[in-house]
């Protein structure tokens, strides 16, 4: 189809746009910012908070330029009379509903209504206060998200996030006129309710309204306890996102820089989720190849295929809520950071001779999930919680700007041994495909002996951001005991963003899906577009941050799993082989239905 | 020269022409052009308030390529003061149906809808009942048309048109960004003509008697008669209906106790008139438009009460998705009582005024644009009694 162009002024500046273009996007390419609220590039228009509103020429109202498309002939002007009036008023308006103890608030300083409030200088308050004093109650019953509706400015940002890019829908709009706000289903509390704790709403509310719950202080006050012993694991999408929040452009890996701020801020050791995540593939490979046998060669019916990915802790919370009827799908394998944890306070605490009671372990996440997860009754494998504390990229970062490191000039430092190493398999679980592709460099070689062929062990049909991937991979010249696969196209599918996934487990439910194997990331792009990472986000910035990861895994020396050292003398010291019974006292958990509603 | 006030029959009128199937299988001789062009020549506007040319929304929606058309009979009366569109209903439904019928095969549309206000789910035994003899009547004609009925909740932003739609198809009811119009994208996303109750029935009428009929009554830009809901300090309250281009002076001489102070023109979202502006004040569209709400105030009335009542529903029925609405009545309604304590000087209500005027131009839509009208007529006119 050929594109149609439209003329149209903008602040008497000609522009020419595609047909269809909106006067917000028309301005953007004339270079003339038009501020927004509402607006969100993930998100389809709303239209509701009337920050963007233009002035049309010809037109008696103004049009909301996010909302309007541009015809030819169009006179817009952003910054008429009429314009700034109107936008300081709405701006005031917006502030006079909201609760602006700003100094206090969590979000201080990456807020996008005290950015225009500090634009327009609405100083001396025209408007009457109208903050409700039951808004001021807080939810805190999640151990994940924190809601605030006194700081709310229902621009339904992560209403539509949650319908939209989530599927869940565990946030709504309810009420109408000066009761209308942002609940839950029968205004339960967000623990009590369908939500999966991934924290996009999060990552896209403009003000406090929806934070994360955080942990800073209680992990200050471990640090500074002289009786604990405190162990950070940091997951794979932190070290490519980090810089992020401390000033620097998406897509900068720092690794290195992350690893000696972590030490500077006083842990006692400083390991690696990339680890667990080596040990998860060899976990998770050996379940696959074991579960295709029991169904291929002893048609055992008991055993469920696809197989499905559990790392994501807000996959396996929509799972359970949404899907229960495929949990027996879901790999029992728990996720590398509570695989991480087991281990640190059993084998690694007995190595290193603490006792698991004196020690405690952080989690630096790109996940407000994990939060939840760590919390879960099934993760206290060690005889105590096996992870402490989990701390978003954000709040790591604040830590590192309240310390006072300059983090720019810190020297690149490596992690602590053991339960450091990792591979570029393990830095790969922070791209949406990452799993399928490090479970595939292991289980194929497993396999046929051989390593996978793609060119230097990119599967490169499991990555980029398409919502929904699948690949087939033909196997051949396999290993006599793994005969049974002789010939079999392994088929596998990918997605991201729990709207995907919906599509793709209805697909299932239906019968309709003959995959083996199943990877699912609760958030779009996968972790490195998790609920906890630095905020703004977009699909350019998360587009970065994959080029980081991938970048990442091309410049380590290992990049399969299986030839990680640390996860090799695990088996041979602790372990012994994979899924062994000992492995699945640590390593593996199980799920549980849970309703709707 | 004047018009005088004049009670017209067309409407209600069940005498010798009431056989509403005769009209339309007389009106479905003529072709769909001829009759877009007949109603545009007739000078019908919608009678909902906005006005909108009919002839000119039916010939927009004709125009657009798809076979999957709607036409909904818009029934949420939900304006205060304004209860025509009910005893439409339940006198005479049928030409309700006929203006759909005619519409839908001007416009090339299957399925009609009424969409009637939960407060008025009384009608509804009534109205399946007609309906169903009537869609049977289509059914022996083998005119491929149907209407349903469909009941809202009790949201009066759902009278939009927008919101309206989006209540059909069970999503909250939200108006929406426009464009696009219904006319290119209504329910279920697709070219709908949506009028309003007494519209339709003008519809039927005009077929019935002539585009030529309708024109001699009312004015050059208010063409034909309207029904009016009188309220208030009347000593008739009632359903009248009225030739258009009357002065407020001879409705009030018409209808009103001999003390009327002010008039609310158009329901809560209309504008008020008061005593001093009554001669000069046409109604219609050259003056104040209408939906036909006409409630009388006499000396009685705290015209701060009227305005705190408006602004008290404004406030609670805004949809409340966009900001200059949601948090705009908020403000109206505690800027006055703010004022009214004291709390806040006089001069706050140029403040609010400011506001308004924002609101008028920068809502999503007319429910928050149209807050204007009251509040502007009533604080400009009766200042002291909102100070004081």
């Given at each position: 189809m050929s594109k149609y162009f439209v003329n149209l002024k903008i602040n008497n500046t000609p522009v020419k746009v595609e047909e269809g273009t909106t006067i917000l996007q028309a301005a953007r390419q004339a270079n003339f910012r038009i501020p927004t609220l509402c607006d969100h590039p993930d998100l389809q228009v709303a239209g509701n908070c009337r920050v963007c509103v233009v002035e049309?020429?010809?037109?008696?109202?103004?049009?909301?330029?996010?909302?309007?498309?541009?015809?030819?002939?169009?006179?817009?002007?952003?910054?008429?009379?009429?314009?700034?009036?109107?936008r300081k008023h709405i701006i005031e308006l917006l502030l006079s509903e909201h609760n602006a103890d700003c100094t206090k608030c969590f979000k201080n300083g990456n807020c996008e209504l005290q950015s225009l409030a500090s634009e327009y200088r609405v100083g001396d308050h025209v408007f009457l206060d109208l903050v409700k004093p039951k808004d001021k109650i807080l939810d805190i019953s999640s151990p994940s998200i924190v809601k605030d509706d006194s700081k709310c400015v229902r621009c339904q940002r992560c209403v539509r996030t949650c319908a939209d890019l989530q599927g869940v829908s565990a946030l709504a709009v309810i009420n109408k006129g000066d009761q209308q706000k942002i609940s839950t289903f029968l205004s339960k509390p967000l623990h009590d309710v369908v939500c999966t704790n991934c924290g996009q709403c999060v990552n896209r509310c403009p003000t406090g309204a929806l934070t994360e719950r955080n942990y800073i202080e209680e992990v200050w006050d471990a640090i500074y306890d002289p009786n604990k012993f405190v162990v950070v694991q940091t997951a794979p999408a932190v070290r490519i996102a980090l810089a992020e929040d401390l000033g620097f452009d998406p897509g900068l890996r720092v690794t290195g820089k992350m690893v000696s701020a972590l030490r500077r801020l006083g842990f006692n050791k400083v390991l690696d989720t990339d680890f667990s995540a080596d040990l998860t593939i060899i976990e998770e490979g050996n379940e696959l190849l074991t579960r295709l046998k029991k169904v291929l060669v002893d048609k055992d019916e008991s055993v469920a295929l696809p197989m499905m990915t559990s790392c994501s802790p807000g996959w396996i919370k929509f799972q359970e809520h949404l899907f229960p009827g495929l949990l027996k799908n879901l790999s029992t394998c728990k996720s590398p950071q509570q695989m991480f944890g087991a281990l640190a306070k059993t084998y690694y605490a007995n190595k290193i001779n603490i006792k698991a009671q004196d020690m405690?372990?952080?989690?630096?996440?790109?996940?407000?999930?994990?939060?939840?997860?760590?919390?879960?009754?099934?993760?206290?494998?060690?005889?105590?919680?096996?992870?402490?504390?989990?701390?978003?990229?954000?709040?790591?970062?604040?830590?590192?700007?309240?310390?006072?490191?300059?983090?720019?000039?810190?020297?690149?430092?490596?992690?602590?041994?053991?339960?450091?190493?990792?591979?570029?398999?393990?830095?790969?679980?922070?791209?949406?495909?990452?799993?399928?592709?490090?479970?595939?460099?292991?289980?194929?070689?497993?396999?046929?002996?051989?390593?996978?062929?793609?060119?230097?062990?990119?599967?490169?049909?499991?990555?980029?951001?398409?919502?929904?991937?699948?690949?087939?991979?033909?196997?051949?010249?396999?290993?006599?005991?793994?005969n049974?696969?002789?010939?079999?196209?392994?088929?596998?599918?990918?997605?991201?963003?729990?709207?995907?996934?919906?599509?793709l487990m209805e697909k299932v439910s239906r019968g309709e899906a003959d995959y083996h194997f199943i990877e699912i990331m609760g958030c779009p792009g996968g972790c490195l577009g998790g609920g906890g990472q630095p905020i703004p986000t977009s699909?350019?910035?998360?587009?970065?941050?994959?080029?980081?990861?991938?970048?990442e895994d091309e410049s380590m020396s290992l990049r399969k799993s299986h030839e990680n050292p640390e996860v090799i003398s695990l088996y041979e010291d602790f372990l012994g082989?994979?899924?062994?019974?000992?492995?699945?006292?640590f390593l593996h958990t199980h799920y549980r239905p849970r309703k709707r509603y | 020269m004047e018009k005088q006030l004049k009670k017209v029959d067309i409407i209600f009128d069940k005498g010798e022409c009431y056989n509403p199937i005769e009209i339309l299988d007389k009106a479905l001789e003529r072709s769909p052009d001829d009759i877009i062009n007949d109603l545009i020549d007739s000078g019908l506007k919608g009678r909902g308030g906005a006005g909108f040319l009919t002839g000119l929304k039916w010939k927009f929606t004709r125009l657009q390529e798809g076979d999957e058309k709607y036409v909904i009979c818009n029934a949420d009366e939900g304006e205060p003061g304004t209860f025509k569109d009910r005893e439409i209903l339940d006198q005479v439904p049928e030409k309700i149906f006929v203006g759909m019928t005619i519409c839908s095969y001007v416009i090339g549309a299957k399925e009609g809808f009424i969409y009637l206000r939960a407060e008025y789910n009384f009608l509804l035994k009534n109205l399946q009942k007609k309906l169903d003899l009537f869609n049977r009547q289509l059914k022996e004609r083998a005119i491929d048309f149907v209407i349903q009925l469909r009941s809202g909740s009790g949201a009066y932003v759902c009278g939009e048109e927008s919101a309206l739609f989006e209540s059909m198809e069970g999503h909250r009811g939200e108006p929406r960004n426009k464009p696009p119009y219904p006319t290119v994208a209504g329910y279920n996303k697709k070219p709908t003509v949506i009028n309003n109750v007494e519209t339709l029935v003008y519809v039927a009428m005009i077929?019935?008697?002539?585009?030529?009929?309708?024109?001699?009554?009312?004015?050059?830009?208010?063409?034909?008669?309207?029904?009016?809901?009188?309220s208030g300090d009347t000593p008739k309250p009632g359903i009248y209906e009225l030739e258009l281009g009357m002065t407020l002076s001879q409705f009030v001489d018409e209808f009103a106790d001999g003390d009327a102070k002010a008039v609310q023109v158009g329901g809560a979202s209309g504008s008020c008139v008061p005593r001093k502006k009554f001669a000069e004040t046409i109604i219609g569209f050259e003056g104040i438009p209408t939906g036909g709400s006409m409630m009388v105030f006499?000396?009685?009335?705290?015209?701060?009460?009227?305005?705190?009542?408006?602004?008290?529903?404004?406030?609670?029925?805004?949809?409340?998705q966009c900001t200059p609405c949601r948090v705009g009545c908020q403000q109206l309604l505690k800027g006055i009582e703010a004022v009214k304590r004291g709390e806040k000087p006089a001069s706050y209500l140029d403040d609010l005024k400011k506001l308004t005027a924002t609101m008028k131009i920068a809502a999503k839509c007319g429910l928050g644009q149209s807050v204007a009208n009251p509040f502007n007529s009533i604080v400009d006119n009766f200042k002291e009694e909102i100070i004081y």
């Open positions: 049309v020429k010809g037109a008696k109202l103004l049009a909301a330029a996010c909302a309007t498309p541009v015809s030819e002939g169009m006179e817009v002007f952003t910054n008429s009379e009429k314009v700034r009036t109107s405690i372990v952080v989690s630096i996440m790109p996940c407000t999930a994990k939060k939840y997860e760590s919390n879960r009754p099934e993760m206290r494998d060690s005889g105590y919680q096996d992870v402490d504390y989990v701390l978003t990229t954000r709040e790591l970062a604040m830590m590192i700007r309240q310390a006072g490191i300059d983090f720019e000039k810190l020297d690149d430092e490596h992690y602590d041994s053991i339960l450091g190493e990792s591979t570029g398999a393990g830095v790969i679980f922070g791209a949406t495909g990452g799993v399928m592709e490090a479970a595939l460099r292991t289980a194929y070689e497993i396999v046929t002996g051989r390593e996978v062929p793609f060119n230097n062990l990119n599967i490169t049909p499991v990555r980029g951001m398409e919502g929904v991937k699948e690949a087939v991979i033909p196997i051949t010249g396999v290993k006599p005991e793994w049974f696969l002789e010939g079999v196209n392994l088929k596998v599918a990918v997605a991201h963003g729990l709207a995907n996934a919906k599509i699909p350019e910035i998360r587009q970065k941050r994959a080029e980081a990861i991938y970048a082989d994979p899924n062994s019974h000992k492995a699945h006292e | 077929s019935r008697l002539g585009a030529e009929k309708f024109k001699e009554l009312g004015t050059k830009d208010s063409r034909g008669s309207k029904v009016f809901s009188v006499n000396s009685s009335r705290s015209m701060y009460n009227v305005l705190h009542d408006y602004l008290e529903f404004f406030a609670e029925e805004s949809c409340g």
